[in-house]
């Protein structure tokens, strides 16, 4: 992708050791400015007996066993496989991910790039051994290597699939129907009093991408590299837009709910939610506006502490099996992470989501934890950090 | 072993029990005390030390070294300020509403109502603390929602439901601490002598004069006390506003989101000790209204 944001990042990585032009004496970590060092944990080195169970901390559908849809179910033939039983536990944004894993309860999770460092800083996942995960030789090359997946070269998970954050709307209360993220953000809405956002702090790179396309003089090159100003320029925006709001949702049934009685009309969502909302009959489309959007690009990562690693591996390889990534992949509405899996998906599936296409891969805006040191290179400047953005999003809220 | 010798233990222990009445108030008090200094007052000392601690603002690991940081952010913070006094005025009004609506009823129930109707409605008022919380907070999203139960009622008024809000917050919160607030009138009012309403009444007064000048002031210390319930669990509440207040937060969903979301416990242990502080204060002046005897 973008090689100055790789570049920043591999600084950051490498600011304790070597210091990319900042320096650090005494040679320890630095644990407040945002870089981190990574704590040396072992891998695997060969697999063993399938423990017989293995706990899944996921996004809601990116584990189904078709307890919510019997049609939608890969987690049952796992367990009929390797006899690991698996129990699921779903998490609505990436901080309740970070959180719940730090519980050690769980063997696996699926995190998104603004929890996958936080998780390997902290010690709590370990580097996984790709050699050891059949179908990781499949997956897409530009998913392998990137700086919110590896440290240094060593792969801490297996790539899971990507997409992209949508705009909602019903079709039967706006007219007409809207093409961009200005129908959110934009004062004077006729839908005031009927918008929709996602309730994290993470939300502010929408309102940066906005002001990208929006105001170029503010010169935002990067949603999830701010200095102050640019980070209050994107609190502008969404003060702007908190009073034409009527809920914030991160658990998506409340969103699905807000759309079926109609108390929201319009807002970001996932393509998963558009589906549960379209079949119960709730008139809804959504779309990728024109000017792109911030997105995900998930990775399956294990437990530095957990007990049944060998299920766990078996989990990994399962996911990303072309009949499971196919699966996952159709029913959150997201592109795989590998090829094979578009021969599986309904006609058509992978050309939606542009699967392998790498040029409109880059227009996703991948959700990332904001660090000090700019992702977008610039180094004359201090870049503000997740604990700021948590802090502006309360102000947001009033 | 041999029983005599059992029996004879048995009698040295309780003999040595009865010299010492010391020693038996001791042994009776101690698990309660443990309880209430261990697990109240010790997570309290728990918190209160917590919210002195910071976290690192990458990886949210909690950092054991002294610092003000959290208390300085809190008040200096104008968000905070505002969040504090959306949540204390929250709080006063749900006790206003329940207070105004308690009245009446436990006055009916404690001095108007016949015996069996009065253990019918006792039974009434408490009947909707079965059910559980997150059902009838639901309920009210339902109802309060567009093209609800609410906005059908108000419809032929010109009105509309008032959407999920403050005013939606009050509603539901009201709704759920009423019992809280008429329970404690109730025992209040029941207590208060016929002969006094008598009395008023053969010198004189009228009825609204009876309930100005006798019943109200005898009834302002159970009135206190139910607010003291309604007060404290309006403090609290998260829930309730997450589920029917659109936009809003309370303290209680600050404390929430930096316990679930942000992962920064000092934080969190530093605002949850305002309802704290507050709580405290409001118990002090209510103690001179004689209003804790009523409990």
Redesign the interface.
């Known amino acids: 992708m973008r090689k100055t944001q790789l570049f920043a990042t591999a600084c950051a990585l490498a600011l304790v050791a070597a210091g990319c032009g900042t320096s650090d004496d005494n040679g320890t970590t630095s644990k407040t400015g945002g870089t981190f060092e990574v704590p040396d944990l072992p891998m695997l080195d060969s697999l063993g007996e399938n423990e017989g169970k293995v706990s899944i901390l996921a996004w809601p559908g990116y584990a189904e066993d078709g307890s919510a849809d019997p049609a939608y179910d890969w987690v049952t033939p796992f367990e009929k496989a390797t006899g690991c039983q698996a129990s699921i536990k779903t998490f609505g944004t990436s901080d309740e991910a970070v959180t719940l894993f730090k519980t050690g309860d769980y063997d696996v999770v699926s995190a998104s790039g603004d929890a996958s460092l936080r998780l390997i800083a902290s010690g709590d996942v370990e580097p996984v051994n790709t050699d050891l995960v059949d179908n990781y030789a499949d997956i897409y090359p530009f998913l392998k290597d990137r700086d919110w997946n590896s440290v240094d070269g060593q792969m801490y998970g297996v790539p899971h699939g990507y997409g992209a954050n949508l705009l909602m709307w019903r079709t039967d209360e706006v007219q007409p129907a809207p093409t961009s993220w200005s129908s959110v953000f934009e004062a004077g809405s006729p839908y005031a009093g009927k918008i929709t956002a996602y309730d994290s702090p993470i939300y502010i790179a929408d309102a940066a991408l906005y002001l990208m396309n929006t105001q170029p003089d503010l010169a935002i090159e990067h949603p999830y590299s701010l200095d102050e100003e640019q980070l209050q320029a994107a609190i502008d925006v969404l003060k702007v837009q908190k009073e034409m709001v009527s809920e914030y949702w991160s658990d998506y049934l409340k969103e699905v709910q807000a759309f079926t009685t109609g108390d929201s009309v319009i807002g970001t969502t996932w393509q998963v939610i558009a589906n549960v909302a379209e079949g119960e009959n709730v008139p809804v489309e959504a779309i990728l506006p024109d000017e792109g959007s911030t997105g995900w690009s998930d990775t399956w990562m294990v437990g530095a502490t957990s007990e049944n690693k060998n299920c766990a591996y078996a989990w990994m390889n399962h996911i990303v099996s072309p009949e499971a990534n196919a699966a996952v992949a159709e029913y959150f509405g997201e592109s795989p992470a590998n090829p094979k899996a578009c021969d599986l998906t309904s006609k058509g599936h992978c050309e939606t989501f542009h699967a392998g296409d790498e040029a409109y891969a880059d227009k996703i805006w991948y959700w990332t934890t904001p660090i000090e040191q700019c992702l977008d290179g610039r180094t004359d400047v201090k870049c503000t950090d997740y604990s700021r953005w948590t802090q502006a999003w309360t102000e947001v809220k009033g | 072993m041999d029983p005599g010798v059992d029996r004879g233990q048995g009698l040295t222990l309780s003999a040595t029990l009865h010299r010492h009445p010391g020693l038996r108030l001791g042994l009776l008090l101690t698990p309660p005390m443990l309880w209430l200094g261990v697990a109240y007052l010790g997570a309290l000392g728990a918190l209160f030390i917590t919210s002195l601690w910071g ?7 909690v ?1 054991r070294v002294w610092t003000l940081d959290n208390f300085r ?1 809190l008040f200096q ?1 104008e ?1 905070y300020r ?2 504090t006094m959306r949540t204390l005025g929250t709080a006063a009004l749900v006790t206003i509403v329940d207070a105004v609506v308690a009245f009446p009823i436990a006055l009916y129930m404690a001095k108007v109502a016949s015996p069996r109707v009065q253990r019918l409605l006792v039974i009434a008022v408490l009947m909707p603390l079965w059910a559980s919380y997150l059902v009838k907070a639901f309920a009210w999203r ?1 109802m309060l ?4 139960l609410v906005s059908w009622l108000a419809a032929p008024f010109g009105l509309d439901t008032p ?2 809000g403050l005013t939606a917050t009050i509603i539901t919160l009201a709704y759920l601490w009423l019992p809280f607030m008429i329970i404690p009138i109730y025992a209040g009012l029941e207590r208060l002598p016929d002969s006094l309403l008598e009395a008023s009444s053969d010198l004189g007064a009228r009825s609204g004069h009876t309930m100005r000048r006798v019943v109200l002031p005898m009834a302002f210390p159970a009135l206190v006390a139910g607010s003291i319930f309604t007060f404290s669990l309006s403090m609290g509440d998260y829930i309730a506003v997450r589920i029917v ?3 809003n ?1 309370m303290l209680g969903n ?1 404390v929430y ?1 930096n ?6 416990l000092p934080f969190a242990a530093a605002v949850a000790t305002i309802p704290v502080v507050i709580m405290l204060v409001y118990l002090a002046a209510v103690r001179r209204t004689g209003a804790l005897d009523n409990l």
């Open positions: 976290q690192d603002s990458f990886t949210g690991e950092q952010d913070l968000v505002t969040i339902g929602s567009e093209r609800g959407g999920y207040g659109g936009t937060q600050v989101d316990v679930g979301a942000a992962n920064n």
